[in-house]
Structure formats: structure tokens, C-alpha cells
């Protein structure tokens, strides 16, 4: 199964850092971001996992729950979490799933369905493919995947940034350009005439013919 933004995020039951949890039961009715690691005690996936846990406030404020995913037991994930705290100075405060049976990692398509049933024995390369990061709006869709190398430590501000960009275009009729922040002008999308540009926006500019910008709208 390949999973595509619309999708509706598998659902499934698992141990995690603070007990068993239902993963649609989990998100409630809010935005939720579920990011995968290849292996516990792996350097990049430790400062990512602290600088999380660091941004975990930003994430709160826009209704965004952080759940990471490592394909290890819980029991090791336990252990792991001194050495984030030591190597980022940040506590988790957030669950982390452990999946040694290799079944959410198959379920979300990091893994083939034939690549066994136990983490034992995997090395960080095995699993070099269960870097994703998932952003799941309240309706359980998937609103955003990204997928990185074992190499590249993951840039949370940029899906900060996204996030901010999704709950603002999901409200407003709107779409926001390359390498937009929040305040910065948007985008009116085709669906809008330019007589009710207006009357949502008021003024508005037009760069082309199908590109036209207005102010950020308010909340």
C-alpha cells in the first residue's frame, strides 16, 4: 500500500513510552505528526528527537500532538531517552512508539511487506527507509509526507512553517508561496473571483493573470 496525501492515516494499536495507545483514538480531534526513526542509539535520530521535544510548545499551540516511531522495543526507547536528554538538553514529554514487531513501519510503507517480522538482528541501514514524517489533519488525512536520508538531520521549523501554512489555507481560501512565513502575504486561489477577492480581502495585487497576492488573513 502507498500512501498519498488524502489518504486516511492507518490506524493501529501500539506500545509506546507512555503506555498502549488507539492512534486515531490518540489524535482526537486535533492535528497530529507522526515521525519515523530506523534505530534507537543512532546519532541524527537523537538530536531529532530532542529538537522535538524542544519545539514541543510551538506544536501545542497550533493543537498538534508529536508521536515518534522507532523500530525498537520500548524498553530500549526508555533507556534512549537519557541520551537525548544528555546530547540536546531536552526532556520527551511526548510518546515514542516502539515497533519490534515491524508493524507500523510496514503499515505506513517504510518497510516491504517481506522484510520480516522482528527488529532483531536489523542494523540502521536495514531500515534506512523508516525516516518519514507524516502530518495528519483532524480528519485522520494525510496532509503532508517527507521522507529524508539517514545522513540528513530533519529541519522541524520547516514543517513548523508547513503546518502553519496548512491550518491557514484550511480555514481561508487561500495558498501560501515559496519560502512563506506566517504574516507574510498569500496567495488567492482560483476558486475566488476577483469581485469576491475583494470583498473577502480587500485589496488585493495581481502579479499575473492566475497569480494574485493579498495580506495574510486574520484568524
Not at 534505530?39 to 501545542?60: I, W
Not at 522495543?73 to 540536546?88: E, F, L, N, R
Amino acid at each position: 500500500m502507498s500512501l498519498r496525501i488524502n489518504d486516511i492515516a492507518p490506524d493501529f494499536s501500539a506500545e509506546t513510552t507512555q503506555g498502549t495507545i488507539k492512534f486515531h483514538e490518540w489524535i482526537g480531534d486535533g492535528w497530529a505528526i507522526l515521525f519515523s526513526h530506523p534505530k534507537n542509539f543512532t546519532p541524527v535520530c537523537t538530536t531529532e528527537l530532542g529538537t522535538m521535544a524542544g519545539l514541543e510548545g510551538e506544536f501545542k499551540k497550533r493543537n498538534v500532538k508529536i508521536i515518534g516511531i522507532s523500530v525498537d522495543p520500548v524498553a530500549s526507547h526508555d533507556k534512549w531517552q537519557a541520551d537525548i536528554k544528555t546530547a540536546t538538553g531536552h526532556t520527551m514529554n511526548y510518546p515514542l512508539i516502539g515497533d519490534k514487531d515491524l508493524k507500523v513501519a510496514k503499515l505506513y510503507d517504510m518497510l516491504p511487506g517481506g522484510a520480516g517480522e522482528t527488529s532483531e538482528g536489523r542494523t540502521p541501514a536495514d531500515n534506512a527507509t523508516v525516516r518519514s514524517v507524516y502530518v495528519i489533519g483532524p480528519d485522520k488525512k494525510i496532509k503532508l509526507v517527507l521522507t529524508y536520508p539517514m545522513t540528513t538531520g530533519r529541519n522541524f521549523d520547516e514543517i513548523l512553517r508547513a503546518v502553519d501554512s496548512m491550518q491557514l489555507t484550511a480555514k481561508h481560501q487561500v495558498a501560501t508561496p515559496a519560502n512563506w512565513k506566517q504574516g507574510e502575504d498569500v496567495i488567492i486561489t482560483a476558486a475566488v473571483s476577483n469581485e469576491d477577492a475583494i470583498k473577502r480581502f480587500g485589496a488585493y495585487e495581481t502579479i499575473l493573470p492566475y497569480l494574485r497576492k493579498t495580506k495574510q488573513p486574520s484568524a
